[in-house]
């Protein structure tokens, strides 16, 4: 199979940074769970879920340039650029006639609805997207990380997420994280949505019970971006509660599937 200009597909694919799982590949006719990074991770975040889906969906993960295999290129600092410029491999990645739930986190929460919109203008069947942790698209945050010098900046993110991640008390990988980790707190930061139109799917929004960051009514804002149905689950604990639910995560899409069809 190749795909434009006749190279082949998996190339276009690599180049959009889309991480397929080796074992949880689709039966015919299945449906892929693409899975967008939050600010600083990486598409290995996602890699223990291919395991909890247990054969109901493929696991995909989006992979952000800055990290991981794709360490080497230059950070995205605005989300429609990122969703504009990575939209055609993952819908090449996906095939067509694909079939698709998106989730994202906190920063992947604004990416996913940017791709959503992309993704169903050409065409793919996108099932549901899946919120995390995030306002809704038209509010942007009040306190900000992004500007701040290097230490304050850290502190900012360690008391937006909750916890201090370990790599970055070593300074090699405190240099290779930082400016990943800048680029994309700026990205979300300035996020202004590229279109005042819902997108056509059903949205289901979830959040930590105890998350500080976002309200309860700014998760349920996310009711206003679709012309679909809507839903809102919260599970125990703060804004990177899925760190440790990713199962409970998982059934809750389950669910929401059935319930909507």
Known sequence: MTGHRG?????RRELAGVKTSGTSAPHEGGTTLLCVPFAGAGASFFHPWRA??????RVVAFELPGRERRMLETP???????AGKEVDGIAAMLGEGARVLVFGHSLGAVLAYELVHLLTERGVHVERLVVSGSPGPWTQRERRAAGLPDEEFLARVEEFAGFRHEALDHPEMRELILPVLQA???????YVPSTDEPVRVPICALRGDS????????AQQWRDATTAGFSY?????DHMYLVDLGREV???????????G
């Open 7 to 11: 190279e082949p597909t998996k190339d």
């Open 52 to 57: 909890l889906a247990a054969g109901r969906w």
């Open 76 to 82: 995205y600092r605005d989300v429609a650029e990122a």
């Open 184 to 190: 994309d707190c700026e990205m979300h930061e300035s």
């Open 211 to 218: 998350d500080g960051l976002v309200t309860a009514e700014e």
């Open 233 to 237: 689950t919260e599970l125990p604990g």
């Open 250 to 260: 998982l059934d809750v899409i389950e669910a929401e599937s059935v319930r909507q």
